[in-house]
């Protein structure tokens, strides 16, 4: 893992951070998609992937169109910021790609022109897909991208010789954010060195849900979580920050660059953190790697661990090559395909066979990093990727995030930060 290149930050950032919507309609039928022949050009868009990866896609394309001679694929990589605006102008066109590598937080707004896949890919063709990963890429009940990777599950993350003045058990590590808010709390006590920067962290909205609060009305229409119980909550959260239990950047906006991190060694402890922490602090901090004890991440109240968002693919309702973009589609994406992308980079796959391979399965050792991997691949089944299912998550995410941020500083009162956010979310959903 550690000899694993880094991935291109836009796709690695959304696979990691970006909070993950699946919305829209059926939106009608695709076209004769029995009439198309399997011959043809493929036109498929990956996300930033040319510059380090380069040789791994044109690989996979060479192997397709040697076994699939009637077909050429055009591959086309688009930065990570430019990807949703050259996809909508391309859907307005109708000059569209024929299969397309999207961030699950940008299937929302493209849902409605999406092909449904059930009549490209049969039960067989997904069965090896994690089922907890693919089920949320349906919307009445049908199939509008399949997984590819995502970020994996998280892993707690501490320094041993810090949290273990706070009476930290490694074989008993906290299980929920509240049980992780309050040995961050002991341990700035004890040391001096703050806690964590795990609230709000890059989505607050996915930490209200470890609590098990509800974002949304059932229709979707409305926000949910102004409650008394949700400030009370807020409270604890602001209680834990003055003390330091919170480190005084958690408020940063730029949650990729805190002022307090593990890595700086300002901080003591990841409650539920990504695996490329780990990478970058065995790269950057080798003294804070070795005092690392790596645990199971924090749960939810379903026992399970949230996953923010995954990267798709899908294809346009317009591609004209719909059964060739398909078949495509399944070798890019199939197990094998997988997992020799993720001996490339730290990523996880969406297939369940990837993850019985040696690389993953045969993991020994109590190195922080192999210990992580094996933590994170007994996770997968576990991940709970549940988007809140509009066309405009990541911006009701930000303004909750802002809106926690706010009241963490003082410059609102519980009870006024979330007001501000649900009016927020009900203009937004309006």
Request: glycine share 8%; aromatic share 8%.
């Amino acid at each position: 893992m550690s000899r694993r290149r880094t991935l291109g930050a836009g796709a690695l950032a959304l696979a990691l951070m970006s909070s993950g919507c699946v919305a829209g309609t059926s939106g009608g039928t695709s076209t004769a998609v029995d009439d198309q022949p399997f011959e043809g050009e493929v036109e498929f868009w990956t996300i930033n992937l040319k510059k380090n990866f380069g040789a791994y896609v044109d690989g996979l394309i060479a192997q397709y169109q040697k076994d699939h001679p009637k077909v050429t694929v055009k591959w086309v990589d688009v930065p990570g910021q430019d990807i949703a605006t050259k996809l909508l102008g391309a859907v307005a066109s109708g000059d569209v790609p024929d299969a397309v590598n999207l961030a699950s937080s940008d299937l929302g707004r493209f849902a409605p022109s999406l092909a449904p896949l059930d009549g490209l890919f049969k039960p067989a063709d997904l069965a090896d897909f994690q089922p907890n990963l693919i089920e949320p890429l349906r919307v009445s009940g049908k199939l509008y991208a399949v997984p590819w990777y995502n970020g994996g599950t998280p892993v707690g993350i501490y320094r041993r010789s810090v949290v273990s003045k706070a009476g930290f058990d490694e074989q008993a590590p906290p299980k929920s954010y509240a049980e992780a808010l309050e040995l961050a709390d002991k341990v700035y006590a004890e040391t001096k060195v703050y806690g964590s920067n795990d609230v709000p962290g890059p989505n607050a909205a996915a930490v209200l849900r470890y609590y098990g609060v509800e974002l949304l009305s059932a229709d979707k229409k409305k926000a949910a979580f102004n409650t008394p119980e949700v400030a009370e909550l807020l409270e604890s959260f602001k209680k834990s920050y003055d003390k330091h239990g919170l480190a005084p950047g958690t408020v940063s906006k730029d949650v990729r660059n805190y002022p307090q991190t593990l890595e700086n060694g300002q901080l003591a402890m990841g409650a539920s953190a990504t695996a490329a922490t780990l990478v970058n602090i065995q790269k950057n901090a080798p003294d804070v790697y070795e005092d690392l004890v790596v645990t199971e991440p924090v749960q939810t109240k379903t026992g399970g661990y949230l996953l923010l968002a995954q990267q798709t693919v899908a294809i346009p309702k317009a591609s004209k090559h719909q059964r060739a973009a398909a078949e495509f589609v399944k070798f890019f994406t199939n197990g094998a395909n997988q997992l020799a992308f993720c001996k490339l980079v730290p990523i996880y796959p969406s297939t369940v066979s990837s993850t019985k391979d040696a690389f993953f399965a045969g993991t020994g050792g109590d190195d922080p990093m192999a210990v992580a991997r094996r933590v994170i691949v007994a996770g997968l089944p576990k991940l709970e990727y549940v988007p809140l299912g509009t066309s405009k998550d990541g911006e009701l995410a930000e303004s909750l995030a802002e809106a926690v941020r706010a009241f963490l500083q003082g410059s609102k009162s519980a009870k006024e930060a979330l007001d501000a956010a649900e009016k927020q979310w009900d203009d937004a959903l309006a």
